[in-house]
């Protein structure tokens, strides 16, 4: 138990040593799961530790310690029996740990949480040479500070024939000096006696040609000859260029290899034949067993059925262009590209112009484009032959099997169609009725009507009734299920009829008044009343001149009817009142007592003036009102407060309209209340 409280009292100073070492281990043979796979018969030598640390391990009665630039090794014991073996630093001034741990019917990484897979250990932190020994006083040693002369050595564990082992090499000491690992000197064996031979095969001729080996068992990777030299083949017919073991980018050895051809084999029966490689030597296994030269397996190739056309993808429009679909890749530089490989026979002559493979890096392809010289318009059947092109065969297949000419696919075509239309208007005088067609010919079965993108329809032949008259967008859209089309126009519903006319609303008494008609439509008559009793039918009437009636006011209603071209009527009505007169003055008193009666002051009858300034003053020189509208009168008060009675001054400034001079006129006017 003292080597368990050393333990504790120790480990600070151990941490504060692995501090360097915190960077999780990645290198193949530093995780339990990628072991380096070992034998009895051999000596097991590393050049060089990297500094890693993956986690703690349990051990026994000592605790639990880091796994400490580790490396591990795996074996399996085929007789029952004490383990021993050596570590042997280059620098004897290095501190090395192990642990033992069966790991049989467990996952490798179990060994950091599972205390049950110890076996033996030793943890010591004497330095030199370290292992198992039949003189060793305890089966596990416990850490202590560096140097403290604990023994290196445990006893020879004991290892179960058909168990599964993990051995964990930790170097405590932070340096990339070495070790080599050499087993004996106990009664158990981890050789295993089995001569690894060849058990199965096969062939496959697709991408690169490829023969593949099983093995009875695992081979080292560094056994195999990289340039494929340990194999030989049974005919000439093809060359090994290379091979590669399954797994070997991660791991120490492999049951399986790959053995890649120069060409594809014909169909018939081959074999592979094991021999020395250029490296010196046939595949070993992890005790140094090796392949027997000469030992070979057979296998055979049957004829593999040619790769049918599949499909042609969906045609559109007027096709330029056919794409057609298989079911295994197609070499690409077996495709000719003149198009040759293939013909186009139907409805209408079809010319191809090209042909190519949606190729990439990969060289292969499952699609092949054909291109037209020209697209094709009209409905119609159409068939795609295979032919051997003017490249002396038709394509070939990713599994070097050229596909039988003759083969082929149809494929159909729509026509194209027009989305011109025609319309008829029937005019109203409130509304218009329109009818529109298109002739739904070339299979046209789907129409889609915008009307000034506000309504639509999906008859072929929709009737719009519209009460807005002016200009309107329409946009038809038509489609036979492949072929589409879009036109428009615009409608013009130009009926509208409007009476309009402008005069001035007030006529002096020996003026003419002038009529302004501005009417809108395809008008065909005017009919003026002057609510005189005088009528007109000029579109523009003469200017006009009302009765004189001295010093009365009469009111006229004048009215414009006018007619379009469909029989549509408007009419338009305006009063004119011929005013009393047109003399501008100013009354020279005024009673603003509210009776109804010259109650207010203002410049009277200045109808025929412009540009127009009336002011007021009191006697004191004070403005009192003033305006620029004469019909803007004033009512004595100021800031709303009545004014006194007495005298008051104006001034009153315009421009005469008949003569276009200015006048100035002033006076005065008494406010009487």
């Known amino acids: 138990m003292w080597k368990k409280t050393l333990f504790f009292l120790s480990i600070s100073l151990l941490f504060a040593f692995c501090v360097k070492a915190q960077r999780a281990c990645s290198i193949i043979g530093q995780t339990p799961s990628t072991a380096f796979p070992v034998c009895g018969v051999s000596v097991f030598d590393q050049s060089t530790v990297a500094e890693c640390v993956n986690g703690n391990v349990p051990a026994s009665v000592c605790g639990a310690y880091p796994d400490t630039n580790p490396y591990w090794y795996q074996f399996t014991c085929y007789q029952t029996g004490t383990l021993g073996f050596l570590i042997t630093p280059n620098n004897l001034g290095d501190d090395y740990d192990w642990e033992l741990f069966d790991i049989t019917g467990h996952n490798p990484n179990d060994v950091y949480s599972d205390p049950s897979l110890y076996v033996s250990a030793n943890w010591s932190g004497s330095y030199g040479i370290t292992g198992t020994s039949a003189t060793a006083p305890h089966s596990i040693e416990c850490a202590s500070v560096p140097g403290d002369g604990i023994p290196t050595y445990s006893t020879l564990p004991t290892i179960i024939v058909g168990h599964k082992y993990l051995l964990l090499i930790s170097h405590y000491t932070q340096s990339q000096s070495g070790y080599s690992l050499s087993f004996g000197g106990g009664t158990a064996s981890i050789t295993d006696p089995t001569i690894p031979v060849f058990t199965g095969s096969g062939y496959s001729p697709c991408g690169t040609p490829t023969i593949s080996i099983k093995m009875n068992k695992k081979v080292r990777c560094n056994s195999l000859a990289a340039d494929g030299s340990d194999f030989s083949l049974s005919t000439t017919a093809a060359k090994i260029i290379s091979a590669k073991g399954f797994g070997c980018d991660n791991a120490f050895d492999f049951d399986s290899v790959l053995i ?49 056309f599949d499909s042609i993808s969906a045609v559109g429009c007027a096709p330029s262009s056919i794409q057609l679909v298989f079911s295994k890749p197609i070499r690409c530089n077996t495709i000719a590209s003149d198009g040759s490989d293939f013909s186009i026979t139907g409805s209408t002559p079809v010319t191809i112009k090209s042909a190519q493979g949606l190729c990439g890096d990969s060289g292969v392809s499952n699609t092949i484009l054909l291109e037209l010289s020209s697209p094709i318009y009209t409905a119609g059947t159409y068939q795609v032959t295979l032919l051997s092109g003017d490249d002396g065969n038709s394509v070939i297949d990713e599994c070097y099997e050229q596909l039988p000419p003759g083969q082929t696919l149809s494929f159909t075509t729509k026509d194209t169609v027009s989305a011109q239309f025609s319309y008829s208007i029937l005019y109203g005088c409130n509304y218009d009725t329109v009818q529109f067609a298109n002739n739904g010919g070339n299979g046209i079965n789907s129409w889609r009507w915008l009307f000034d993108s506000t309504a639509s329809s999906t008859l072929q032949s929709p009737v ?14 038509v489609s036979n299920g492949v072929c589409s089309d879009t036109s428009g126009v615009v409608v013009p519903l130009d009926n509208t009829v409007k009476a309009i006319f402008s005069a001035p609303d007030h006529v002096c008494p020996t003026d003419y008044e002038i009529f302004q008609n501005s009417s809108i439509g395809n008008i065909i008559s005017w009919n003026w009343n002057f609510g005189d009793g005088t009528t007109s039918t000029d579109q523009n009437p003469l200017p006009h001149l009302y009765v004189n009636t001295p010093n009365q006011e009469v009111v006229y209603n004048v009215s414009l009817i006018v007619e379009n071209n469909i029989g549509c009527y408007d009419t338009a009505m305006e009063q004119i009142t011929k005013v009393k007169s047109c003399y501008i003055d100013v009354p020279s008193a005024f009673t603003p007592n509210g009776d109804g009666y010259n109650d207010y002051l203002y410049p009277l009858n200045a109808y025929k003036s412009t540009n127009l300034d009336f002011k007021v003053f009191n006697r004191y020189g004070q403005l009192v009102y003033e305006t620029k509208d004469w019909t803007k009168k004033w009512d004595g008060t100021l ?14 400034q315009y421009t005469d309209t008949d003569s276009g001079k200015r006048v100035f006129k002033k006076g005065t006017t008494v406010l009487i209340r």
């Open 260 to 308: 890649f051809l120069d060409t594809a084999l014909a169909p018939g029966n081959y074999s592979v034949v094991a021999k020395n490689g250029s490296d010196g030597n046939t595949l070993l296994d992890d005790c140094n067993n090796s392949v027997v030269v000469g030992d070979n397996i057979s296998f055979a190739i049957s004829a593999i059925p040619p790769t049918p």
């Open 464 to 477: 719009v009734v519209d009460s807005v008259f002016g200009n309107h967008t329409v946009l038809l859209i």
């Open 639 to 652: 800031n709303g407060k009545p004014q006194d009675i007495g005298t008051y001054v104006w001034m009153l």
